[in-house]
T-cell receptor, first 115, second 113 residues
Framework: GENVEQHPSTLSVQEGDSAVIKCTYS??????FPWYKQELGKRPQLIID?????GEKKDQRIAVTLNKTAKHFSLHITETQPEDSAVYFCAASSHSGAGSYQLTFGKGTKLSVIP | SQTIHQWPATLVQPVGSPLSLECTVE??????LYWYRQAAGRGLQLLFY??????ISSEVPQNLSASRPQDRQFILSSKKLLLSDSGFYLC????????????FGPGTRLLVL
């Protein structure tokens, strides 16, 4: 099955600096890669996603890059703000035999933005 | 638009007691439904998923079971809770191929004492 590794597990940055979180996956058949943000005590919320036919996608201060050959993808947050502090999860989608797509999640990165 | 509900929001149960958590989705039909557990400070562990009424797939052997009695209802159950069942239980849905994005419910926080 799919295996997703996520690094680092914790990340502290000064407000205004950039943050980068990296993930690798094992299944070359995976073709959809979402990123979720989870604030303390809340549900994970989708913040950005990318498909394997695209190398990069941006949404304001957030961008995701994908290197399908190397099987890794990264989340980039620029001009970080205190409200960016949260746990971020990457995931890779694989097709199950039961006709459903499953997401395999990384273990998460706790991002702290220091004012 | 689609909405996903979970209840109860929080639950404190003694060891050995039964459990029933409910998840319902509005605004869509024939969704794929998922149950995840998240231990404190940890990642998301997929427990069960369902592609239709009465169809349940289990990801890990455990003390829990799931059922899907209606198209938009997904229930997580246990006959006897263990201390290790404590955690944050999240239900999620997607609309299936070609859309793989999963959307999470608000979650149920379970504490087993």
């Amino acid at each position: 099955g799919e295996n997703v590794e996520q690094h680092p597990s914790t990340l502290s940055v000064q407000e205004g600096d950039s943050a980068v979180i990296k993930c690798t996956y094992s299944d070359s058949a995976s073709n959809y890669f979402p990123w979720y943000k989870q604030e303390l005590g809340k549900r994970p919320q989708l913040i950005i996603d990318i498909r394997s036919n695209v190398g990069e996608k941006k949404d304001q201060r957030i961008a995701v890059t994908l290197n399908k050959t190397a099987k890794h993808f990264s989340l980039h947050i620029t001009e970080t703000q205190p409200e960016d502090s949260a746990v971020y999860f990457c995931a890779a989608s694989s097709h199950s035999g039961a006709g459903s797509y499953q997401l395999t999640f990384g273990k998460g990165t706790k991002l702290s933005v220091i004012p | 638009s689609q909405t996903i509900h979970q209840w109860p929001a929080t639950l404190v149960q003694p060891v050995g007691s039964p459990l029933s958590l409910e998840c319902t989705v509005e605004g869509t039909s024939n969704p794929n439904l998922y149950w995840y557990r998240q231990a404190a400070g940890r990642g998301l562990q997929l427990l069960f998923y369902s592609v239709g009424i009465g169809q349940i797939s289990s990801e890990v052997p455990q003390n829990l079971s799931a059922s899907r009695p209606q198209d938009r209802q997904f229930i997580l159950s246990s006959k006897k809770l263990l201390l290790s069942d404590s955690g944050f239980y999240l239900c999620a849905w997607n609309s299936g191929f070609p859309k793989e994005t999963q959307y999470f419910g608000p979650g149920t926080r379970l504490l087993v004492l």
